[in-house]
């Protein structure tokens, strides 16, 4: 089955701890997303790729960083110094430009 | 600044009748639009889009109109099911840009 896989879907954090939020793609999609969405707002651009290999950063890219060295994947790393990490995190992927989105599940991040 | 308003946090409409949501925007460079349907702790699903170029794209039970000159579009659903009740978001690009900006949602329920 063609699809975005997020792992894992509950990812407890301690203060002072990175995690990465893990996502993987089989559509042969070149770009991914990450986002981030917050009860009552809508979904906010962390980091894009448009290729493997490069990334740029989004709307709220501090506390954050990303790898891409594979097509397929797209790591999130939420890092201590994002003082308020807890929220739904929402990878994507297509066919980049403006070609549409398709989501994952999500992986609800929680600060302990 | 939100660029993209969806205004009513919630709608609630008769099984079989029409649901209307709509979406304002305030950047004149946004030239193509997208609606997404969101269940509780899933990732957003593509429902349809458009281009400036129209003013109506139409797919089975979805209807997208758009009006450049009032920057507002909306999405039609006709007839209204119960399980169209989800959160719909609507995203806005602009020429030259690979990012989507997307609206807070409207909470729609369908009442059987």
């Known amino acids: 089955d063609g699809g975005i896989t997020q792992s894992p879907k509950y990812l407890f954090r301690k203060e002072g701890q990175n995690v990465t939020l893990s996502c993987e793609q089989n559509l042969n999609h070149d770009a991914m997303y990450w986002y981030r969405q917050d009860p009552g707002q809508g979904l906010r651009l962390i980091y894009y790729?448009?290729?493997?290999?490069?990334?740029q950063k989004g709307d709220i890219a501090e506390g954050y960083s990303v790898s891409r060295e594979k097509k397929e994947s797209f790591p999130l790393t939420v890092t201590s110094a994002q003082k308020n990490p807890t929220a739904f995190y929402l990878c994507a992927s297509g066919g980049g430009g403006r070609e549409t989105q398709y989501f994952g599940p999500g992986t609800r991040l929680l600060v302990l | 600044d939100q660029q993209v308003k969806q205004n009513s946090p919630s709608l609630s409409v008769q099984e079989g009748r029409i649901s209307i949501l709509n979406c304002d925007y305030t950047n004149s460079m946004f030239d193509y639009f997208l609606w997404y349907k969101k269940y509780p702790a899933e990732g957003p699903t593509f429902l349809i889009s458009?281009?400036?170029?129209?003013d109506k794209n139409e797919d089975g039970r979805f209807t997208v109109f758009l009006n450049k000159s009032a920057k507002h579009l909306s999405l039609h659903i006709v007839p209204s099911q119960p399980g169209d009740s989800a959160v719909y978001f609507c995203?806005?690009?602009?020429?030259?840009?690979?990012?989507?900006?997307f609206g807070t949602g409207t909470r729609l329920k369908v009442l059987a």
């Open positions: 458009i281009s400036s170029i129209k």
């Open positions: 790729s448009q290729i493997v290999n490069d990334f």
């Open positions: 995203a806005a690009s602009a020429v030259g840009t690979y990012k989507y900006i």
